[in-house]
């Protein structure tokens, strides 16, 4: 995902496939090693919009 230059991330959910929350990120890196194999939704929302993406842990 490409943001613009005038786009800043403000926060990050992540859910699992079932829909559960599994972790909200504000300011801070994204680490995922801790996750399970598997597939997550993201949202990702920013200054100007929010975006929703699919990650696949292997």
């Known amino acids: ?3 613009s230059d005038q786009e800043k991330v ?3 959910i992540i859910y ?3 829909g559960k929350l599994v972790s ?3 300011d801070s890196p994204i680490n995922i090693q801790q996750f399970p194999t598997g ?5 990702i929302i920013t200054n ?3 975006y929703n993406s699919k990650l696949v842990k292997k």
């Open 10 to 12: 403000l926060k990050v």
């Open 24 to 26: 909200i990120y504000n």
């Open 1 to 3: 995902m490409k943001l």
């Open 16 to 18: 699992d496939v079932s």
């Open 39 to 43: 597939i997550y939704f993201l949202s």
């Open 48 to 50: 100007v919009k929010k």
